[in-house]
Nanobody, 117 residues
Framework: QEQLVESGGGLVQAGGSLRLSCAASGTIFNINAMGWFRQAPGKQRELVAG???????NYADAVKGRFTISRDNTKNTVYLQMNSLKPEDTAVYYCAADKYGLGYRSWGQGTQVTVSS
């Protein structure tokens, strides 16, 4: 069983930056891709960014040009650099893993990101 632990959330003003980290442990040999999701109150969980072991990335339209996902395979860690933050980015951010290429099914506990005006 794999385990994902997020860190780096917090409270920032609009226009500020945060860097989220997700450390994976356990049975991680079969992880094909890692991703970041977020969920705001009253909204469904949505994919923010994803990255494969080969380094291919994809982003939600709402964060393109502002967020950057990266992965350090030697450290089994994925990062999300968030710049030019907006109040609309306020949400709980979750790290997720795609095992065997079957989709994102493993989840971290989440870390709160709050952006004030």
């Amino acid at each position: 069983q794999e385990q994902l632990v997020e860190s780096g959330g917090g409270l920032v003003q609009a226009g500020g930056s945060l860097r989220l980290s997700c450390a994976a442990s356990g049975t991680i040999f079969n992880i094909n891709a890692m991703g970041w999701f977020r969920q705001a109150p009253g909204k469904q969980r949505e994919l923010v960014a994803g990255i494969t072991r080969d380094g291919n990335t994809n982003y939600a339209d709402a964060v393109k040009g502002r967020f950057t996902i990266s992965r350090d395979n030697t450290k089994n860690t994925v990062y999300l650099q968030m710049n030019s933050l907006k109040p609309e980015d306020t949400a709980v951010y979750y790290c997720a893993a795609d095992k065997y290429g079957l989709g994102y099914r493993s989840w971290g506990q989440g870390t709160q990101v709050t952006v004030s005006s």
